[in-house]
């Protein structure tokens, strides 16, 4: 999951303090999500899955399939 996070912030070629900012956060505390020093809050999945258009299946590691389906009415 860790590296997941990481990579989908590569892919958008942000850096962790971009996307800390994003998250209301410090970039101290991002990257002890990426490294796997913390577990990753839900609320923090949830904003990630949004921002990243991913679902949070994909970003903990239980698919691979990265796409999100749409959220359901």
């Known amino acids: 999951m860790y590296k997941r ?9 942000m850096n962790q303090t971009q996307i800390a900012k994003i998250l209301g956060m410090s970039q101290t505390g991002y990257s002890k999500y990426e490294t796997g ?3 990753i809050p839900t609320v923090i ?6 921002f ?5 299946d994909y ?9 999100r389906y749409p959220k359901a009415k």
């Open 5 to 13: 996070i990481r990579d989908l912030r590569e892919d958008k070629d």
């Open 52 to 56: 990243y258009g991913t679902s949070i």
């Open 59 to 67: 970003i903990l590691g239980q698919t691979d399939e990265i796409k």
């Open 45 to 50: 999945l949830i904003k990630l899955s949004d």
């Open 37 to 39: 020093e913390n577990d």
